[in-house]
Structure formats: C-alpha cells, structure tokens
C-alpha cells in the first residue's frame, strides 16, 4: 500500500467537488463529495447539531445530481461551535446503521461529520487499511473548520481509532480533542482468530474479491512501503491534545494490552476507559458509553 511521506498530512486544501453555500442556514443535514489531498473523491454527510440524518431525505449537493435538504427528525441540541468527526472502522461506510447510530447520539453535543474512507461504500479510490486514511479524514476535519466550527473532536472506531491518533499526531494543532475507541496499538497483529481473517482478507486475492463483492469494501492490493508510524508511536506527538483511549473487555479482536499500551505510550495527557462487558467498535457501544463521550467530548475540547 504505497505512501508518500510516511503519509503526510496536508493542511485545508480540500473542497467540496462544487460550491454549497449557504446550505446549511435552514438547519438541514447535506451530503457532498470531498477532495483529498491526493485526490480521492470522499463521500461525506454534515449534520449539525440536534438534527438526526436520513439516508433517504438527503442527495448529494453537488455533481449534478440535483439538490434537496432532508428534514430529519429534531432532538434537542446545541453545536456551539463544536464538531464531531466520526471515522468508522473497516468494512463499514457513511451509511452503515451503526454508524448513524453513533452519530444520531453525537448529534446531541454538537455537529457531527460522518464519511465513508476511500475503497469503502460511494467513496473513490481503494482502502489502505489505516494508512493513507489520514487523508481522508483531514479532509473531513477541514470541512468542519471550513463551515464555521471553532472546536473540532475527532472520534475513531477500530481502524478509525488508529487512523484519529496518526491524523492528530502528523497534524498537530488540528483538532481540539481524541477519541479512539477499539483501536490496535501495533500493527500486523494476528493474534486473535477475527484478526487472522482480515488478514487473509487483506492479503490474499481471494481475500480481496470478498471484501470487494461481500462486504463493499475495495481493497487495495499494494502493501505498506513505507510502513506508516504505529498507534504507540503517534500518541505520544498527540500531547497537549486531550486523548481518550475506549476499549472493551470482550473485544474479540485487540485484547487489553493494546489499550494499555496506548495509554502507557500518552503518559499523563490521556486518559483510559476500560469497559465491562463491551465487545469491539462502533457495533459494540451502548448507547449510556457513546453519551458518556460525547460529555467528554464537550469539556476536554473547551
């Protein structure tokens, strides 16, 4: 999976594919396609704050495809100049019901961005499995920063947790706060049997035909070179930012010592959930554990 520059993240280049302005004075969900900094098409939703998203009252505002603004369903809520961008773990997308449902609860702290990473559901390119998905997601982080908000929190599951620590630590001063739930703290982990069979799905053709076919997501067939930074490696360039580190003691994929290794790694400007009974990622969080974020969220990012 070929880099440049260790996966270099570049600062607020990115655009809309067209101009939206103004979209967002009536308070309504949009949906757009945004421009990474190598040029992949991301699909991406913004949804501000105490408005619930739905996939079927929303169209793209911009390829040509016509413009209208859903309703939603409102709940109380007040961005107060705070966004949460949501990076899902591999194999899900923009549109996954676990995805909206964390969203759908962040939407009552502040804004909320969701995006579906290259090779994965409408978005372009193929997946890097973490690497050059810090791209991605600085492009949704920009498009936060570019429609108005001054805090911007980003929260990441699984691979998404991965690619939120490297994102903060190669662009420090980027966003305000962290979150990384269920994330690996090395890489080419197999020590677990779910992570043997991504592995396989990874590496080997047959592998990718699956991911491609059976689970909508494009796999790109290049290994790393060179290997991008590891998690334990970028929390600690993570600091002054606040870090919260998720982790449950079910997950059948990553058992505790990663989380701890994370923590050990962020020293006293992290801080560490351990959670009881939960399993691995966005799946996984109840809905008490996503509102006891979304709280940590809105103070650490002040």
Do not use: C
Request: charged share 20%; net charge neutral.
């Amino acid at each position: 999976m070929g880099t440049d520059a260790a996966g270099h993240v570049a600062r607020s280049t990115t655009r809309p594919y067209s101009e939206t302005p103004d979209v967002t004075r009536d308070g309504a969900p949009m949906r757009t396609f945004l421009r990474t900094a190598d040029g992949v098409a991301i699909d991406s939703v913004y949804e501000p704050g105490g408005v619930v998203y739905d996939p079927g009252e929303v169209v793209y505002e911009s390829a040509g495809e016509g413009s209208r603004k859903g309703s939603g369903n409102a709940i109380p809520g007040d961005s107060q100049g705070l966004a949460l961008v949501i990076a899902h773990g591999f194999t899900g997308d923009a549109d996954r019901p676990h995805v909206r449902r964390v969203a759908q609860v962040f939407a009552r702290y502040g804004a909320v961005v969701t995006f579906s990473f290259r090779g994965h559901g409408r978005s372009g390119g193929r997946s890097t499995v973490g690497d050059r998905e810090v791209l991605d997601l600085a492009a949704a982080v920009a498009w936060a920063r570019e429609l108005g908000h001054t805090r911007v929190v980003t929260v990441g599951f699984s691979m998404g947790g991965s690619v939120v620590l490297r994102h903060a630590a190669l662009d420090a001063g980027g966003v305000d706060a962290v979150v990384s739930v269920s994330a690996p703290a090395r890489w080419f982990y197999r020590g677990t049997a779910p992570m043997r069979r991504l592995h396989w799905l990874v590496t080997r053709p047959s592998g990718r035909l699956v991911g491609r076919y059976g689970l909508r997501t494009r796999i790109h067939h290049r290994q790393w070179d060179p290997v991008p930074l590891s998690p334990t490696e970028a929390v600690p360039r993570i600091a002054p930012t606040p870090l919260l580190v998720v982790h449950g003691d079910q997950d059948a994929y990553f058992p505790l010592d990663h989380p701890r290794m994370l923590a050990d790694a962020a020293g006293e400007h992290g801080e560490l959930w351990v959670e009881h009974g939960m399993g691995h990622a966005e799946n996984a969080a109840p809905e008490p554990l996503l509102r006891r974020i979304g709280d940590w969220a809105v103070a650490r990012a002040g």
